[in-house]
Nanobody, 129 residues
Framework: QVQLVESGGGLVQAGGSLRLSCAASGRTFSNYAMGWFRQAPGKEREFVAAISWHGGNTYYADSVKGRFTISRDNAKNTVYLQMNSLKPEDTAVYYC??????????????????????WGKGALVTVSS
């Protein structure tokens, strides 16, 4: 069993930055590929970024590429999402999720409805214009 808790959300002006953290409890965090997803009001949950269990492979949605960076620290059981140059359209609840069977590539390819084992409760990010 893995429990995921997101933190670091908040209100920021357009052009600003935030860093989300996702702390995992439970065993063998380093065995899991991790993903960040987001859901804006009235929209479906969508893929944002994914990282392999070792951190060597990362993937991003086109909408955040060049602005967001996903990273992980397996010693701290934590995955991060550094968000720069934020835009109002980035406003959403951001969720982290873990998958034992998927790779970062398949998380990025198939999105939130494919083979994610655990989800956090989400962190709200609001970007004002």
């Amino acid at each position: 069993q893995v429990q995921l808790v997101e933190s670091g959300g908040g209100l920021v002006q357009a052009g600003g930055s935030l860093r989300l953290s996702c702390a995992a409890s439970g065993r063998t965090f380093s065995n899991y590929a991790m993903g960040w997803f987001r859901q804006a009001p009235g929209k479906e949950r969508e893929f944002v970024a994914a990282i392999s269990w070792h951190g060597g492979n990362t993937y991003y949605a086109d909408s955040v590429k060049g602005r967001f960076t996903i990273s992980r620290d397996n010693a701290k059981n934590t995955v991060y999402l550094q968000m720069n140059s934020l835009k109002p359209e980035d406003t959403a609840v951001y969720y982290c999720a873990a998958s034992l069977r998927s790779t970062a590539y398949t998380i990025a390819t198939y999105g939130p409805n494919y083979d994610m084992d655990y989800w956090g409760k989400g962190a709200l990010v609001t970007v004002s214009s």
